[in-house]
């Protein structure tokens, strides 16, 4: 525990099942530029450059409900070789740090798709990595359902 009461770091996992093919699942989640159709927080994800596999995008999220538009840059390096991608946001927001990791295995019902996060929040917040943490996975199994039901309707159509 640090002086403030906050553990040394914040961690979330979560895990997506999609029925679909590797391909298409790997080429959807990674097509930064298509994430306000993909995900349904992001009103816009702006592309500021890209080199090989490594894309720095800026992400811009609705509205929320007291009308508040967040938005931050990002880095992100996807490897098809490994069938991962890691990620980190540049302009860290409440945080000293947020990291991303990415995998996505193949298995009889499709693609296990996991993403984990390990981030830290600053100190001087009113609120600390456990408060973030249950926060950011609340979310992220929301946004995961809609990645999911997405790309399976893709992968129909």
Do not use: C
């Amino acid at each position: 525990m640090t002086e403030h009461g906050h553990t040394e770091h914040g961690h979330t996992e979560s895990s997506a099942v999609v029925a679909a093919p590797f391909d298409l699942v790997w080429e959807m989640t990674n097509d930064v530029a298509g994430w306000p159709q993909l995900f349904t927080e992001y009103a816009d994800a702006e592309i500021l450059e890209q080199q090989g596999d490594t894309v720095r995008f800026r992400l811009t999220m609705h509205p929320d409900d007291q009308g508040v538009v967040r938005s931050w840059v990002s880095e992100r390096t996807s490897d098809r070789t490994t069938r991962s991608v890691r990620a980190r946001r540049v302009e860290t927001g409440p945080f000293e740090y947020m990291n991303i990791f990415w995998d996505y295995r193949e298995i009889p019902e499709g693609v296990l798709m996991r993403w984990v996060q390990d981030f830290h929040v600053r100190a001087e917040l009113p609120f600390g990595d456990e408060e973030m943490a249950a926060h950011l996975k609340a979310n992220t199994v929301v946004q995961m359902q809609a990645v999911k039901e997405r790309i399976e309707d893709a992968a129909r159509n």
